[in-house]
């Protein structure tokens, strides 16, 4: 059975890192973007990392241009903008697409294994999901992942456990950290 622990991804500096560097931990996945309204979910990000780090907890973050050119920058700006801003520490790689057919095969994956089930109920979800709906037309059957910092929480055997929209609060995504750790 294939588990995230099969992908190699590449770091922001091009080299390629295999996830089985990461057997034993558990991960959050995350597709990021730092001109997003959801950008701000870096801090409550990196303060459970801070948190749970010793625990085991591992935040992998992949930037993404694809949702409105919402991460124009290079990765290095990426990268000094999130930790200037947010103070950031948890690993992140380099900028990729997560939709069509340049998907990363990461995110194909976890997209397959945990598909898009809605973005819950309330403005924030009407809102998004035109937004999203416009967007993932062009990716048809291979627009994996609707917006930015949708997260997929990974159990210590590289399994997919959960996906999370961007729409879920950040206090529910820990609950599932914290009871996967």
């Not at 080299?15 to 057997?23: G, T, V």
């Not at 990268?79 to 990729?96: D, M, N, R, V, Y």
């Amino acid at each position: 059975m294939k588990t995230v622990y099969d992908f190699q991804v590449k770091d922001r500096s091009g080299n390629e890192i295999s996830l089985s560097d990461y057997k034993g931990k558990v991960l959050l996945i995350v597709n990021t973007a730092t001109g997003c309204g959801f950008t701000p979910h870096y801090e409550p990000l990196e303060a459970m990392y801070k948190e749970l780090k010793d625990k085991g907890l591992e935040i992998l973050d992949f930037p993404c241009n694809q949702f409105a050119n919402q991460a124009p920058g290079s990765d290095d700006e990426i990268h000094e903008f999130c930790t200037l801003k947010f103070g950031t520490e948890f690993p992140q790689f380099a900028k990729i697409d997560v939709n069509g057919e340049t998907a990363d095969p990461l995110f194909a994956f976890l997209a397959t294994e945990k598909p898009f089930q809605g973005f819950g109920k309330g403005i924030k979800m009407a809102a998004l999901t035109t937004f999203a709906n416009a967007n993932n037309k062009k990716y048809g059957d291979k627009a994996y992942i609707k917006w930015n910092f949708t997260k997929f929480l990974i159990d210590r055997e590289g399994n997919v456990i959960s996906r999370f929209e961007p729409t879920v609060e950040m206090d529910e995504v820990k609950k599932a950290v914290e009871a996967a750790l």
